[in-house]
């Protein structure tokens, strides 16, 4: 763009009958700049990509629809409008289907709010075996990994507590706002399960009060659950940002981990990554993340890390996209970090 007061210039000269060659010589810009504001095309003092333009967006919009497919259009409208997506609601869901984006879970069971508990409930004496939660485990899990561990159908656990967790363990959308859990049904919980209040409030995010915060629901870093004594995957919520487990150098793909230990940039990308995003927020993160990946793909950089890493794990497909992701990733947090430091590089920060 060219200053305001230059384009407002520009304007008046064409009023009083000069030519673009001629404004352009004045002003000392090029004819086609002079153009854009000539037709109309740009106001004065307007950044070069429109504000409602959905283009700057989409790499976000598409990975945080396939992160959290929970957040449906609403959410992902929301997020899009906090990092300065200015259309309005109907435009952005016109542009999520002219893009291919979609915006559902696919085998979403609804949530059904249930009516505060009356304390009715039976007094729960704690099950036999303690059962601690993984870090971001969801409820329904949780609950099931509770009732697993002393060889009861989950029915006979949730009969024992409060009716917001039979409705919560039901439903698929962890995170749904409707009816938090109260604190007594909470201390529930854990005079059951044998943990504490802080434990649980700490470790299971539908717990937390206070909005849907951005997350990715992935399945836990398998080496995290097997301290837990955990085989099977766990199903949890993760900050949105975070891609890798950096403590057991494992990549949390969107289909499977790959352990990265043979790439410490990998990991070390990582711990980058948590950094820029409480420096920047997270959404500001994302955007630049994903705004950065489209140029760091499949580069050599990139190609040269995936066979390394298909070296060291057997059997792993260097092309696989969960694979080409993690091989791009100690670039793409470089090019994130650039863009976060660089005013006017993403839409909607400071020009
Ligand atoms: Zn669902
Ligand atoms: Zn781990």
């Not at 854990?190 to 209040?197: K, S």
């Not at 909005?211 to 837990?228: E, K, L």
Request: charged residues 20%; positive net charge; aromatic residues 6%.
């Amino acid at each position: 763009m060219i200053p305001a007061a230059d384009a407002l210039r520009a304007i008046a000269l064409a009023g009083q009958g000069q030519n673009v060659s001629e404004i352009a010589r004045d002003l000392g810009h090029d004819r086609k700049t002079i153009r854009i504001y000539l037709n109309g095309h740009r106001a004065p003092g307007q950044p070069r990509q429109h504000a409602d333009s959905f283009a700057p967006f989409a790499a976000y919009v598409r990975q945080r629809a396939a992160d959290d497919p929970h957040l449906r259009s609403m959410g992902l409208h929301r997020e899009a409008a906090a990092l300065g997506y200015a259309g309005s609601y109907s435009a952005f869901t016109r542009e999520l289907r002219g893009h291919g984006i979609t915006v559902s879970c696919g085998t979403c069971r609804d949530w059904k709010p249930v009516p505060p508990s009356r304390g009715q409930e039976r007094s729960p004496g704690p099950l036999p075996f303690r059962t601690a939660p993984v870090t971001g485990e969801t409820i329904a899990s949780y609950l099931a990994r509770a009732a697993a561990a002393s060889s009861l159908p989950i029915e006979a656990v949730t009969r024992c507590l409060p009716p917001w967790f039979a409705a919560r363990a039901g439903g698929c959308d962890d995170l749904a706002v409707t009816g938090q859990p109260q604190p007594p049904d909470i201390r529930h919980l854990a005079a059951l399960t044998g943990t504490t209040e802080t434990a649980l409030r700490h470790a299971l995010p539908s717990l937390a009060a206070g909005g849907r915060p951005p997350v990715r629901a992935v399945f836990s870093c398998s080496r995290c659950s097997a301290r837990h004594g955990q085989r099977s995957p766990v199903p949890v919520h993760v900050p949105a940002y975070q891609r890798v487990c950096c403590r057991h150098r494992t990549w949390l793909g969107r289909t499977m981990q790959i352990d990265v230990t043979a790439v410490p940039d990998i990991a070390a990308a990582g711990r980058k990554a948590s950094r820029l995003a409480r420096n920047y927020g997270v959404g500001r993160f994302v955007l630049a993340e994903t705004t950065a990946r489209q140029g760091t793909i499949g580069k050599p950089e990139a190609l040269r890390r995936a066979a390394s890493l298909a070296l060291a794990v057997p059997g792993l497909d260097p092309g696989h996209p969960d694979a080409a992701e993690a091989a791009a990733y100690p670039q793409t947090i470089k090019v994130a970090a650039a863009f976060l430091r660089t005013p006017g590089a993403l839409p909607g920060g400071p020009e």
